[in-house]
């Protein structure tokens, strides 16, 4: 059973800088992908970064710029720096982990932890 366990988050001013990390365990999967998603209070679920195992990286164009996704694979972890913060990016971050089998891919969930940008 894959669990993600997130770190990081909390309260910062706008300009200010924070770094979210995640760990997976239980992972078996040689293809996988981890990501950072986001959920503002009336708004769906959006994909913020996300990452391959062959460190294929994406970005949400309001990401783009200000925040950097990496990853260690040896230790399952993905780390998310946020810089610049806005108001607008207050919200849920969720840590993803993809895996792909047989065709298919699975998603998990990290609990999800508040960013909030308030001055």
Not at 2 to 21: M, Y
Not at 46 to 63: P, Q
Request: glycine share 12%.
């Amino acid at each position: 059973q894959v669990q993600l366990v997130e770190s990081g988050g909390g309260l910062v001013q706008p300009g200010g800088s924070l770094r979210r990390s995640c760990a997976a365990s239980g992972t078996a999967s040689l293809l996988d992908r981890m990501a950072w998603y986001r959920q503002a209070p009336g708004n769906q679920r959006e994909l913020v970064a996300r990452i391959f195992r062959g460190d294929d990286i994406s970005y949400a164009d309001f990401a783009k710029g200000r925040f950097t996704i990496s990853r260690e694979n040896a230790k399952n972890t993905v780390h998310l720096q946020m810089n610049g913060l806005k108001l607008e990016d207050t919200a849920v971050y969720y840590c993803n982990y993809g895996a792909y089998y047989r065709g298919s891919w699975t998603d998990y969930w990290g609990q999800g932890t508040q960013v909030t940008v308030s001055s």
